[in-house]
C-alpha cells in the first residue's frame, strides 16, 4: 500500500534514531503471513503440484478477472504466461519441506526478499532499522517446531509478555483489540473497528487505503505515463484494454489498483534505463 510515503514524512520529522520492523514476524503466526499464509486446505494438500496449483490461485491479487492474453499483445503473453509457476515449481523443487512448512520457506526466502528489500532501503537512508523477527537464533528455534505451533499468534504473545507486558494492551490496529485479547473479546472489537473504519472515524482510519489513494492520486500519473506515445510503441499491451482498466479503477467499477501500479513502475524503469525522460513531457 506505499505506507513507506507516510512513515517517511514521520521519520523527516521526528528525532527517532532506531526504527523497529516486524518483517518476518509473520513467520511465527503462518496462518496471517498473507499471502503465503497457512490454512485447513495446506494441511490437507499432499503433493507439490497441488500446493503449487492452489498458491499461484490465491497469490494472483495483482490481476484477479484480468484477460491478461487480451491486455498484452500476443508475443508478449506468449513469452511470460507460464512464468509465475515456472518460478514457483524452481522455488520448491528440491525443498523436501511439508506443505505448511513450504509457505513459511517461501515467506522467507521469495516474498520477504522481493517485498521487503526496497522497503528497508528507504528507511536506512534515515534511521538505523533493526528486525529481531529475522534473527538468525530465533528462526533456527522457529522452524524446528511442528507447523501448527507457528499458525496462531501464541509465540508473539509469550515473547512480548516476558519482555514488555504492557505492550499486550496497545490495540491491534487491524481488529480494535488488545494484545491479550481472547477469542470472543476480538471478535466483538474486530466487528466495531470495521464498522468505525468504514466510517472513516479518526483513530479507526486504517493506516493505509490504497485503492482510495490510486483513484484521487495515482491514477492521473498512470494514465499520462503508459498512455504516452512513448510508451504505447513498445508494443507492450493494447491501448483499448489498458483504457479499459484505467476507467474502471477510476469510476470505481473494478480495483485494478495494483495492476496498474506494477505497469506504471516497470515503464517508469524501462524509461530510466533508456536513460530518456519520464515520458510526462507537456
Known amino acids: 500500500g506505499l505506507t513507506e510515503m507516510l512513515v517517511l514524512q514521520f521519520l523527516e520529522e521526528s528525532d527517532c534514531s532506531i526504527l523497529l520492523r516486524g518483517h518476518g514476524a509473520e513467520l511465527a503466526k503462518a496462518s496471517l503471513a498473507w499471502p503465503l499464509h ?16 492452489y498458491i499461484l490461485e490465491r497469490v494472483n491479487y495483482i490481476s484477479h478477472g484480468v484477460p491478461l492474453n487480451e491486455l498484452f499483445m500476443g508475443d508478449w503473453w506468449a513469452e511470460m504466461k507460464d512464468r509465475a509457476r515456472q518460478s514457483l515449481e524452481e522455488s520448491v523443487a528440491d525443498v523436501p519441506l511439508s506443505p505448511p512448512d513450504l509457505c513459511g520457506y517461501l515467506y522467507l526466502t521469495e516474498h520477504h526478499r522481493r517485498f521487503t528489500i526496497a522497503s528497508l ?13 529475522v534473527d538468525e537464533d530465533f528462526l533456527r528455534l522457529l522452524f524446528q517446531s511442528p507447523a501448527p505451533w507457528r499458525d496462531k499468534t501464541d509465540i508473539h504473545r509469550a515473547v512480548i509478555g516476558a519482555n514488555a507486558p504492557r505492550l499486550l494492551k496497545v490495540r491491534n490496529s487491524n481488529t480494535g483489540a488488545p494484545g491479550d485479547a481472547g477469542p470472543l473479546v476480538e471478535k466483538l472489537c474486530d466487528k466495531m473497528n470495521s464498522l468505525f473504519k468504514r466510517l472513516n472515524v479518526y483513530g479507526y482510519r486504517h493506516y493505509h487505503n490504497f485503492e482510495r489513494w490510486m483513484k484521487q492520486r495515482l491514477v492521473a500519473s498512470v494514465e499520462q505515463v503508459l498512455l504516452h506515445p512513448r510508451s504505447l510503441e513498445r508494443g507492450i499491451f493494447r491501448e483499448a484494454w489498458l483504457r479499459r482498466l484505467i476507467d474502471e479503477t477510476r469510476r470505481g467499477a473494478a480495483d485494478h489498483a495494483y495492476l496498474l501500479q506494477v505497469l506504471l513502475i516497470i515503464e517508469l524503469w524501462q524509461q530510466e534505463n533508456e536513460g530518456g525522460g519520464t515520458g510526462r513531457e507537456g
Open 121 to 133: 532501503e528507504l528507511f536506512r537512508n534515515y534511521v538505523d532499522v533493526r528486525m529481531p523477527f
Open 38 to 53: 497457512t490454512d485447513e486446505r495446506v494441511y490437507e494438500i499432499q503433493s507439490k503440484d497441488e500446493f503449487v496449483s
